[in-house]
Nanobody
Framework: VQLQASGGGLVQAGASLRLSCAAN????????LGWFRQAPGKERESVAR????????WYADSVKGRFTISRDYAKNTLFLKMNSLKPEDTAVYYC????????????WGQGTQVTVSS
């Protein structure tokens, strides 16, 4: 499975962005897809995840209420809608896939930069 993330950019605080992650390959319902981010000098952190069948949605506390993870089943695409962006959301965002539902993510996209100015 290949993952291609897109949709990042430079925005002002309070703005919104929607990230997309196109998956090339078969995605089974039990697969878990997630978004991660890594800011300069910091460790990568998990942001949100969803099981492909649309359940088991989880968000990091830092984004809960502002970010929404979703997927387009027919288009094999994962999304992350980010509202009320803050400067601390600045990071490279990655999408990833976990085939075994054990939170060990096997496949990773290339990352897309999100920069939020104050």
């Amino acid at each position: 499975v290949q993952l291609q993330a897109s949709g990042g950019g430079l925005v002002q605080a309070g703005a919104s962005l929607r990230l997309s992650c196109a998956a090339n390959g078969v995605i089974y319902n039990n697969y878990v897809l997630g978004w991660f981010r890594q800011a300069p000098g910091k460790e990568r952190e998990s942001v949100a995840r969803i099981r492909w069948r649309g359940d088991r949605i989880w968000y990091a506390d830092s984004v809960k209420g502002r970010f929404t993870i979703s997927r387009d089943y027919a288009k094999n695409t994962l999304f992350l809608k980010m509202n009320s962006l803050k400067p601390e959301d600045t990071a490279v965002y990655y999408c990833a896939l976990d085939r075994n539902s054990d939170l060990e993510f096997d496949y990773w996209g290339q990352g897309t930069q999100v920069t939020v100015s104050s």
